[in-house]
Structure formats: structure tokens, C-alpha cells
């Protein structure tokens, strides 16, 4: 019988990944192999907005996208989207020059242009849209569910103090339970507890946690912060409360269950999510269930559940066989791994970076580097855009096996490509630095990281800043060690809990208690997807 547990768990390895989403929970993929297709969206309350939140994350590939047909909308969107890696370049530019050229945008147009850029992480250009909305105000009237969408956008380009000043100066009558979950959202996903806890009990107190939404925005952050008793105490409020646990609750208890190591647990949660007629299984389920498995080293019953999640695709959708591809690789079955990638291939016309760059995660996971290069020459021959996070999975290994140079090379061919490296890439090189005891390009690949775009969203690894504090003690450069902790401070990581172990107070001092925890190959890694509750238009 499935999910039984007749086979006795095996000692707990650790996770490849930690919780990534709440409300479209499916587990992450391993090894970095995140989702490129994420979004953010609140919604409370099922209403009749004049804009769209955002698309389910889980439903972008249910029609082939490059097999619809070109809508006046898509046109523009394709424009601001290949200016991604421009910095000079503006999504208020490509609105205006078509305004000048005759075309006049509906909201519902300007709206399912922000969707589509929020579904593939283009926040900036979508805040961006938002923002030249904003100065023709007499033609497009926002309302809550637009304010939510921005407070998100603006929590993601320009950080949590800019979110929470955004928040404080709108009108009350835009404050209702969509832009308090936004911000709650938005603190769940910097991990600022205290934060989220206080914003939570407001929202009770304002009779706005009434929907499991919110619920599940705190049981994701508790995952993320491994405190799984406070998922349990959420589950047994909803129930006194009779807040209706989703499939989205079910989902994070199942893997709040299973990364504490306990199957019997997760198999009893299951059950009961098979009696509840609210709630019906989905492919994420037996994700995530796989990924628990795989990680107690339970193959056989992984692998039935992964036969689970084939048995569940729906209609065209792409992102399960990421999770495929990814889980396969994590259980090391290759060929499992390469049946479901030639029926990838041969279902979808185009290949999306996203499932490449499955592909090479899971390659490089099973230790086939040659097979992991050849497909990441593929990729490089059938790309619409350039994504750093493909090369990074290469660079990384080269870094952890030695072969610093060649990381640095591939490097050099990712510019010559056109491509531009990200913050992690940066700290990828960091590493090999380090490793080397070579702190002066250590410190210049930290000061490219923390200014690379997007830099507003990431997170030095606690583990790797400890290494470098360390080397400088080491050799007795306190010089490099003071402008690490000034940039640092200067993003506001200091007062976070993380680092607060690595540094110990906001004037840099170690506390002798350095953190081992490592992030997620892919600084989004934690990002929450509120989803549950697409508006409609």
C-alpha cells in the first residue's frame, strides 16, 4: 500500500532545499532547482476587481504559451520583458512611446501585462507599469487589490522599509485584508518573525484571519525558520477556529511532518487529508511527499509517489515535470530522469530556462558533469533570454571540486554570451576565493554581489560569511572584515537573526556562535507565493 510505513526510516539526511512556498505549496526543487515561473498575489476574498492579481503559479503552462495567439497586450509585454538586463531602460519608455504612436492601453491590458512580468520575476519592470499607472491616475482607478500587488513589488525591488512606508501612506479605505496580508507576505518572505507575528495578531484582532491564507503565509514562515511545533499550534488554531484547512495547509503540514523526520506522522496527515471531501491530493502533494521521502532515504516508497505525480498532470501544465526531473535526479535514477525529459520535449514545442535548467541540477546532482555541460550547451543554442541560475549550477560545482579557474572561465564566457551575473554568481566565485585564502578577491566578488541587480533581494549565506570573518582573523585583515560588516549594515542583514549569529550585534562583534545553516542555492529560495485566491477580472 502506498504511504504505508512498512519500511523503517533511515537516519535523516539533509534537506537539498528548504520550503519555498506556502500557498501553491509544492516542495522545492532540490539543489537549487527553483522555479522560475513564481509569483505573489493577495487575495483574501473571491471579488469582482477591475484587475487581475496574478496567475496561479501552477497554471501558466496549461496552454502552450508560444501557441496562442498574439494579443495587442502580448506585443507590448514582449517588449518590456527583453529589457530585463537593461538598467537604463524603463517599462514607462516602451508605455509611452506606443501612447505616442496611437495605442491606448485598457487597465485590463496594463494589468495582464503586470501578471505575465510578475509570473516570470521581472519585478522591477512590473512595479514599473504599476508606477506609470500611477501618474494617470484619472484613467486607471486602483483600488486594494492593486495596492497589494505594488506593496509586494515594492518589497521585492526596494525592500521592506519602502513596502512599510508605502503601507502607512495609503488611505484607509485601501487597507483591508489583501494589502495587510501583502505585508504580511512580505515579511514572511525576509523571515522577519517578530514582524509577521505582530502583523498576524493584528490581522485577528482586525477579523481578518478568517481564511486559511494568512494561516499558511505563518506555518510557511515557521517551516523556513524550522520551528514545526508553531505549524502544529497554527493547524490546531484554524481547527478551534474552524478556519477550513486547503489543500495549500495540508500540503505545508505534510512537510512540516517530514522535515522533522517524522513519516509515521506525515503518513497520518495524509490520511486524513484523503477523508476531508473539502480537499483532493495533487501532484504537489505527492511532490512533497516524494521530496520527504527522498530525504529519509525511503526510495521506493519516492518513487511511488513521484509514478503519483505523473498520474496527476493536468492538461499541458510544465512545472510537475520540473519537480519530475528534479526528484528523479535526487533519488539518482537516470533513467527515470531521461524518460521524463524526452516526454518534456516532446509534449512542449520550446524548452523554458526553467525546465533546462532542471535538467542540469539534476545532472550535476547525480555527478554526470559531462552529461550537465552538454546540456547546458543545448540551452545555450535554444534560449529566449540568458539566465544566470544555469551557469551558476556549473560554477558552482567547479568551485566545490577544485577547479576554481575553470569557474572563473565559464564566467567570462556567460559576459561574452551577453549574460549578466547575479548575486549569486558572485558568491559563488566568493567561495572558491576563500577556499583559496585569497581575501581580496573574495571582498571585490562580495562588493559585485551586493551590487548586482536584484541585490536588494538576496542573502549572503550565514555559513559563508562565517568562513570569510574567520580567514580574516586568520590573517589578521581587519580592514576587509570592517567593510563587510559596513555593507552589511547597510542593507540591514545585521539586525537579521541569521546573521546575528555570524556577527552578534550591529557593530560587527562575533558572538562565537557562528551559524552552519546554508541557504538555498537560489536566493529566492524562500519566497512565499500568495496564490490561493486568483481575482478574477
Request: glycine share 4%.
Amino acid at each position: 500500500m502506498l504511504l504505508q510505513p512498512s519500511i523503517a526510516p533511515s537516519p535523516q539526511r539533509r534537506s537539498h532545499a528548504a520550503l519555498s512556498s506556502c500557498l501553491a505549496y509544492a516542495p522545492p526543487l532540490p539543489s537549487g532547482a527553483q522555479t522560475v515561473a513564481r509569483s505573489s498575489a493577495i487575495s483574501f476574498r473571491r471579488s469582482q476587481v477591475s484587475c487581475s492579481s496574478i496567475s496561479m503559479v501552477h497554471t501558466y503552462g496549461t496552454t502552450d504559451y508560444e501557441n496562442r495567439p498574439m494579443q495587442k497586450w502580448n506585443v507590448t509585454y514582449r517588449k518590456i520583458s527583453l529589457m530585463e538586463n537593461n538598467s537604463d531602460a524603463s517599462a514607462a519608455q516602451v508605455l509611452s512611446q506606443a501612447e505616442s504612436e496611437g495605442k491606448r492601453f485598457t487597465k485590463w491590458e496594463l494589468c495582464k501585462i503586470v501578471k505575465e512580468l510578475r509570473k516570470y520575476r521581472r519585478f522591477r519592470l512590473a512595479l514599473e507599469v504599476y508606477e506609470w499607472m500611477n501618474y494617470r491616475g484619472e484613467r486607471y482607478r486602483l483600488v486594494a487589490s492593486d495596492a497589494a500587488i505594488q506593496l509586494d513589488l515594492i518589497s521585492k525591488v526596494k525592500g521592506i522599509p519602502n513596502a512599510e512606508e508605502f503601507f502607512q501612506k495609503l488611505p484607509d479605505t485601501l487597507k483591508d485584508n489583501r494589502i495587510y496580508g501583502s505585508l504580511l507576505n512580505a515579511y514572511a518572505q525576509a523571515r522577519m518573525k517578530e514582524n509577521a507575528e505582530a502583523l498576524m495578531d493584528n490581522m485577528r484582532n482586525k477579523g481578518y484571519a478568517y481564511h486559511p491564507l494568512p494561516f499558511n503565509v505563518m506555518m510557511t514562515l515557521y517551516m523556513n525558520l524550522k520551528e514545526y511545533d508553531k505549524v502544529d499550534a497554527l493547524v490546531a488554531e484554524m481547527m478551534q477556529k474552524k478556519v477550513q484547512l486547503d489543500i495549500y495547509t495540508y500540503n505545508i503540514w505534510l512537510s512540516s511532518c517530514g522535515s522533522r523526520g517524522s513519516m509515521e506522522k506525515m503518513e497520518k496527515v495524509f490520511a486524513q487529508m484523503k477523508t476531508d471531501r473539502t480537499c483532493d491530493p495533487n501532484w504537489t502533494t505527492y511532490s512533497t511527499m516524494a521530496t520527504m521521502y527522498t530525504n529519509q532515504g525511503q526510495i521506493e516508497k519516492a518513487e511511488e509517489c513521484l509514478r503519483m505525480v505523473e498520474a496527476k498532470i493536468a492538461g499541458r501544465d510544465r512545472i510537475p515535470y520540473h519537480y519530475l526531473i528534479s526528484l528523479y535526479g535526487s533519488v539518482g535514477n537516470r533513467d527515470e530522469l531521461f524518460r521524463i525529459w524526452n516526454i518534456y520535449i516532446a509534449t512542449f514545442p520550446t524548452i523554458l530556462n526553467m525546465g533546462y535548467h532542471a535538467m542540469v541540477s539534476s545532472l550535476v546532482r547525480i555527478g554526470d558533469i559531462d552529461g550537465a555541460e552538454e546540456m547546458h550547451q543545448q540551452w545555450l543554442k535554444a534560449r529566449a533570454t540568458y539566465d544566470p541560475r544555469l551557469p551558476n549550477l556549473l560554477m558552482q560545482w567547479y568551485v566545490r571540486n577544485g577547479q576554481l579557474n575553470k569557474a572563473t572561465e565559464h564566467l567570462d564566457r556567460m559576459t561574452e554570451a551577453g549574460g549578466i551575473p547575479n548575486s549569486n554568481t558572485w558568491e559563488i566565485l566568493a567561495e572558491g576565493y576563500i577556499l583559496e585564502r585569497r581575501i581580496q578577491e573574495a571582498m571585490s566578488c562580495l562588493k559585485d554581489a551586493f551590487n548586482a541587480e536584484g541585490a536588494m533581494n538576496w542573502k549572503p549565506k550565514p555559513a559563508l560569511l562565517t568562513a570569510f570573518i574567520n580567514l580574516c582573523g586568520e590573517e589578521a585583515d581587519t580592514a576587509s572584515k570592517e567593510v563587510l560588516v559596513e555593507l552589511l549594515r547597510q542593507r540591514g542583514h545585521l539586525e537579521n537573526q541569521a546573521y546575528k549569529s555570524v556577527f552578534g550585534s550591529t557593530d560587527g562583534s562575533p558572538t562565537g556562535n557562528e551559524s552552519e545553516k546554508e541557504d538555498d542555492d537560489d536566493d529566492e529560495s524562500v519566497e512565499l507565493h500568495l496564490n490561493q485566491l486568483d481575482s478574477t477580472v
